[in-house]
C-alpha cells in the first residue's frame, strides 16, 4: 500500500528533512510516527499526500508511483487519500455540514450524494445533530472530529493524520484516537504522527520512529522512542 525506498527530502536552502527512508505500510495496517519536533513527521506524511515531492529514492502509494502522477492525476490521485491536520482548517462561515461536504463538491458529485455521505461520516464521529452549526460554536474536540469526517468523507484507501491530538485533553485525545481505530478496522490504511508515545504506545500498534530525518532502529538510542520497533524494511 505505502513503499519508501531510499527517500530523500531536502528543501530549498539546503536542510534535508528526510534521509534514506525505507518502509512499507501494507494495505489495511495502522500505524504510528514519532520523534521529536523537526524529526521529519509531517514531512513524510505531506509526501504520500503530494502535498510536497521527495527529492528523491521512489514512494509507491495504492500501486502508484508518485513521481509519475503529475498535472490533473494529482487530484484524482488524492481523492483516495484522506488527510487531516492538527489546526482543523475549517472554513469559520461555513456549517458544519458545508465543511465536511467540501471535498466532494470540489469532485463534482451531486447533491442527493453529498447529502448522504456527508451525513453518514458525521454519524460515524458522532456529530450529526451538529451539521448545522458553525465551527466556532463547537468545541475543540468537536472541531477536530469535522475535520476527521472531511477527510473520511470521499471514503478514502488512506487516512492521513498530522498530530490529530495535540491540542486536546487526555480524554479527548484517546476519544479520537478511537476513531481512527474504528475506521482501520473497516479496512481503510492509517497512519498517524504522533509524539504522544505513551497513549500510541497503548494501541499496540507498528511504531515508526525517526530522529534527523531518519528511521531509528531498536539499536540506536535517542533518549526516548528509539527502543520502538518501527515498521520499516
Do not use: C
Not at 534535508?16 to 509531517?42: N, P, Y
Not at 520512529?209 to 520497533?229: N, Q
Request: zero cysteines; aromatic letters at 6%.
Amino acid at each position: 500500500m505505502i513503499r519508501f525506498a531510499d527517500v530523500h527530502m531536502r528543501y530549498p536552502g539546503g536542510n534535508e528533512a528526510l534521509r534514506r527512508i525505507d518502509l512499507h505500510i501494507e494495505q489495511g495496517a495502522m500505524a504510528f510516527v514519532t520523534g521529536r519536533s523537526g524529526a521529519g513527521k509531517s514531512t513524510l506524511l505531506r509526501l504520500i499526500a503530494l502535498i510536497e515531492r521527495h527529492s528523491r529514492g521512489q514512494i509507491i502509494v495504492n500501486g502508484q508511483n508518485l513521481e509519475r502522477v503529475t498535472g490533473r492525476r494529482i487530484a484524482l490521485f488524492r481523492r483516495n487519500i484522506g488527510f487531516t491536520f492538527q489546526e482543523h482548517r475549517l472554513l469559520g462561515d461555513r456549517t458544519v455540514f458545508d465543511n465536511v461536504a467540501l471535498p466532494l463538491v470540489v469532485a463534482g458529485y451531486r447533491y442527493q450524494e453529498i447529502r448522504k455521505r456527508v451525513q453518514a461520516a458525521l454519524d460515524r464521529v458522532g456529530l450529526l445533530p451538529k451539521q448545522k452549526s458553525l465551527p466556532m460554536a463547537l468545541s475543540g474536540g468537536e472541531q477536530q472530529r469535522v475535520g476527521i469526517a472531511r477527510a473520511v468523507v470521499h471514503r478514502p484507501a488512506v487516512l492521513l493524520a498530522d498530530e490529530p491530538t495535540g491540542n486536546l485533553d487526555p480524554i479527548l485525545s484517546w476519544e479520537t484516537m478511537m476513531l481512527f481505530e474504528r475506521f482501520n478496522q473497516v479496512g481503510v490504511t492509517v497512519l498517524i504522527a504522533s509524539h504522544s508515545l505513551e497513549m500510541i504506545r497503548r494501541l499496540k500498534k507498528p511504531i515508526i520512529t525517526l530522529r534527523d530525518g531518519r528511521i531509528v532502529t531498536g539499536t540506536e538510542t535517542d533518549d526516548g522512542p528509539a527502543d520502538e520497533t518501527p515498521l520499516a524494511d
